[in-house]
């Protein structure tokens, strides 16, 4: 519904079944309706009082059929006004407006009851449209009727109707009516226009604490956290004390900001105050609020605080251990919660799948998966969707694309999930299927999707089809290329080698080269060593984003790689500078359901020992095949023999070796590593798996490799 919609006065289109309902659907209760004796009309219209106040629905049909079959209710104006109010305050509106259309003489009670009873269960159009049926019977709306009319206004979006609205407010003089004010206010704040409610808001001779409250609340919901903040400081020094409501705005504003600082007043005024303990609301967003600010400490030390802990709490956890980088504790709080007996909910198993996804863990994630099935949530589309990307990130293409062919509904971002399940997967051709096959089920791209492909593109080495649908998105979509989308069409074509062109790209973008832009160009810059490009590429790399370690990692490899050392020491020391230490590569693999990770040179594991005996034993049956290290992956200046050492400890040599002592024979084994494979490791795992007769799969920070036999699914382009 836009501003401009027209609303005809409603027809009912109930009046005509009303016999069959009384005969079908309240007679069945007159079995139950067992009075000594028929009730009066004063009798009646008292039970029906009490029972709205309880909203008890199906002693009020048994009241409904008793009036029926006594016949008090014939022509009984009255009685008639309290039932069909009845029906609105519980909700059953079908009902109600049944009663309402027999009823001649309608009072404003009637009309107010109606349109709030609309306006309340989601039927806002219903409310709009009986509200000029009223007006059009010549009776105004007073200050019971507008709350719920502009409520319903706000609900359908429909900005021009609520400005008009707004006008006969003025008309009517209720605009400062504090209870009709607060409805403008919220109002307003649905629309996203902020400035219209906050005038509004100031020019309210009386505000109490929901006038706050909304102002508040419509600031942080609008992204304009700041002057949320604000406004909870100004409400201070006009004497009110803040209460659930309003600590529930700050802290939706705090996690909007990332404000510690903030989060932590609120947690202290919560405590000295005692608001909003007496449920789970504000503790459950001071959680959230510490998560957004990486302060997952204080985050469990309040969830182990709190004696009741409901479904959010547990989800609001999980997920803040999973977005700060620690699936692991993510995996073992959701075990924590299961064995509880906590309800699980759609929110839960995606963030718990989310957290399988990063660190591959498989067999954990196939458990969730019959989790889902149990519980009847396997078919939901979110969920279904989360399997999908948890199936393809996992190494399984071939589970995540039967989750996806048996989804009963899909949606965006389920097509784009599994189009990027094969861009990983280096399936260019299959991602371009499933995207044309998307665009003919009338699904329309969009950024994100246009994104997935492009990337899929890019890794299987599709230039002339990637530059085809890149021009696709503006020509036959309308869609603008974003940041993301010109990152994929500079990589696509650095490493297809044709720098040149990449660069020239980048300098004729229409909008400003960021910094995952400049970085793209730098790693294909490496990977077909061009130093003097790759240099120019660093440089506008490292102005935009001094602390991002990739630029600087990449350039110290492609100077040691040509023996530059001084250049290589002069970067490691820019690195030195920036005071921030860069992340150890380490690499993951799962065996019965339990997560090992190792580090570069890592020994602490209790099988070290035998680890590196394998490791060993495998070095030797290389040399004897003719394998000869690499040692320009090593980026320092030591001796061959030790560049050679250093070159055996790297940590998904470590796991892979582990997962050779631990596994069975022909038992495929994946490895998950959090940087980028380096090209020795990728030549020694192509022989191991050669030499072991396994498949092995492994998940580095930009794609998947399947090595089988001596090759690899990359065709080591990568």
Same mark, same amino acid.
């Given at each position: 519904?836009n ?61 409904h ?28 509106m079908f ?35 009986l ?6 019977f ?28 707004h ?14 004010g /607060? #409805? !403008?206010v919220?109002? =307003?704040?649905?629309? %996203? &226009? ?6 509004? +808001?100031?020019? @309210? ?5 929901i ?36 600590l ?23 405590v ?10 504000v ?5 959230d ?21 409901d479904?959010?709490?547990? /989800? #609001? !956890?999980?997920?803040? =251990?999973?977005?700060? %980088? &620690? ?5 073992r709080? +959701?075990v924590? @919660? ?16 989310g957290?399988?996804?990063e ?6 994630g ?5 989790l889902?099935e ?6 939901h ?16 293409l ?15 971002v ?27 089920k ?6 994100? #999707?246009?994104?997935?492909?492009l ?16 021009d696709?998105?503006?020509?036959e979509?309308?869609?603008n290329?974003?940041?993301k ?8 074509l ?36 061009n ?29 040691a ?5 001084e ?28 997560i090992?990770q190792?580090?570069?040179g ?24 003719g ?6 992956s ?13 070159l ?18 022909g ?8 940087i ?6 990728h030549?020694v ?34």
């Amino acid at each position: 519904m836009n501003g401009s919609a027209t609303l005809k006065p409603f027809k009912s289109l109930h009046q005509s079944v009303l016999p069959h309902l009384q005969l079908h659907h309240f007679t069945t209760h007159v079995a139950e309706a067992t009075f000594a004796n028929p009730l009066s009309s004063l009798q009646c219209g008292s039970l029906l009082q009490s029972l709205t106040k309880t909203k008890c629905l199906t002693k009020g049909l048994r009241v409904h059929a008793h009036m029926i079959s006594s016949g008090v209710l014939v022509n009984n104006t009255y009685l008639s006004t309290k039932l069909a109010a009845f029906y609105a305050v519980c909700g059953a509106m079908f009902e109600a407006r049944i009663v309402f259309d027999k009823i001649v003489l309608k009072n404003s009670f009637l009309w107010n009851s109606m349109i709030r009873g609309y306006a309340c269960n989601g039927l806002g159009l219903e409310s709009v449209v009986l509200y000029r049926e009223m007006s059009s019977f010549g009776l105004k709306g007073d200050s019971f009727t507008y709350p719920f009319v502009l409520k319903a206004c706000g609900d359908l979006m429909s900005v021009g109707i609520g400005r008009k609205v707004h006008c006969e407010v003025i008309i009517m003089g209720l605009e400062f009516d504090v209870y009709v004010g /607060n #409805s !403008l206010v919220a109002m =307003y704040s649905r629309f %996203g &226009d902020m400035g219209s409610a906050r005038m509004v +808001f100031d020019r @309210m001779p009386e505000r109490d604490m929901i006038s706050w409250n909304t102002l508040i609340s419509g600031y942080a919901k609008n992204g304009d956290a700041a002057e949320a903040l604000i406004m909870f400081s100004l409400m201070g020094s006009f004497g009110l004390k803040a209460d659930c409501a309003t600590l529930l705005g700050v802290l939706s504003a705090s996690a909007e900001l990332a404000t510690l600082k903030q989060a932590k007043q609120v947690h202290c005024f919560a405590v000295r105050n005692g608001v909003g303990y007496d449920t789970n609301s504000v503790a459950n967003s001071l959680i959230d609020a510490y998560c957004d600010s990486k302060f997952i400490v204080g985050a469990r030390k309040l969830f182990e605080t709190m004696i009741e802990k409901d479904t959010v709490t547990w /989800n #609001s !956890l999980i997920s803040g =251990y999973a977005c700060n %980088g &620690d699936s692991f504790e993510s995996l073992r709080l +959701f075990v924590q @919660m299961v064995s509880d007996g906590a309800k699980l909910d759609v929110v839960t198993f995606i963030s718990v799948l989310g957290a399988c996804s990063e660190i591959t863990a498989l067999q954990f994630g196939k458990s969730v998966h019959s989790l889902t099935e149990r519980k009847g949530f396997a078919m939901h589309t979110i969920v279904a969707t989360a399997l999908v990307d948890m199936y393809g990130k996992c190494g399984i293409l071939g589970c995540s694309f039967q989750v996806f062919r048996e989804m009963p509904e899909k949606n965006l971002v389920s097509w784009s999930a599994m189009i990027k399940g094969f861009g990983i997967h280096g399936k260019g051709r299959e991602a371009i299927t499933i995207f044309n096959e998307m665009k003919l089920k009338g699904i329309k791209p969009d950024e994100v #999707s246009f994104t997935s492909v492009l990337s899929a593109c890019s890794h299987a080495g599709l230039v002339d089809e990637g530059l085809r649908i890149f021009d696709e998105m503006r020509a036959e979509y309308g869609i603008n290329p974003g940041i993301k989308q010109y990152s994929c069409i500079v990589d696509l074509l650095g490493r297809a080698g044709r720098l040149n062109e990449a660069y020239e790209f980048i300098m004729n973008m229409e909008i400003d080269p960021n910094f995952d832009v400049w970085a793209a160009l730098l790693s294909s810059c490496r990977a077909h060593h061009n130093i003097e490009l790759a240099e120019v590429a660093a440089k506008n790399a490292f102005h935009l984003k001094p602390q991002g370690f990739g630029p600087y990692v990449m350039l110290s490899s492609m100077y040691a790689a040509e023996k530059k050392w001084e250049d290589v020491e002069r970067v490691r020391s820019m690195v030195r500078n920036i005071g921030e230490k860069k992340p150890p590569g380490c690499s993951f693999v799962e065996l019965d359901k339990v997560i090992y990770q190792f580090l570069v040179g890592d020994k602490s594991h209790l099988q070290s020992k035998a680890i590196y005996d394998k490791l060993e034993e495998l070095r030797r049956r290389l040399k004897e095949i003719g394998y000869v290290p690499d040692t320009k992956s090593v980026f320092y200046n030591v001796e061959e023999v030790l560049k050679e050492k250093m070159l055996w400890d790297h940590s998904e040599r470590l796991a892979i070796a582990f997962a050779l002592i631990n596994t069975a024979p022909g038992m495929c084994i994946r490895i998950t590593k959090n940087i980028r494979v380096c090209g020795d490791c990728h030549a020694v795992i192509k022989h191991i798996s050669k030499l072991t007769g396994r498949e092995i799969i492994m998940r580095d920070a930009h794609r998947f490799h399947h090595f089988s036999n001596g090759f690899c699914s990359c065709g080591d382009y990568w």
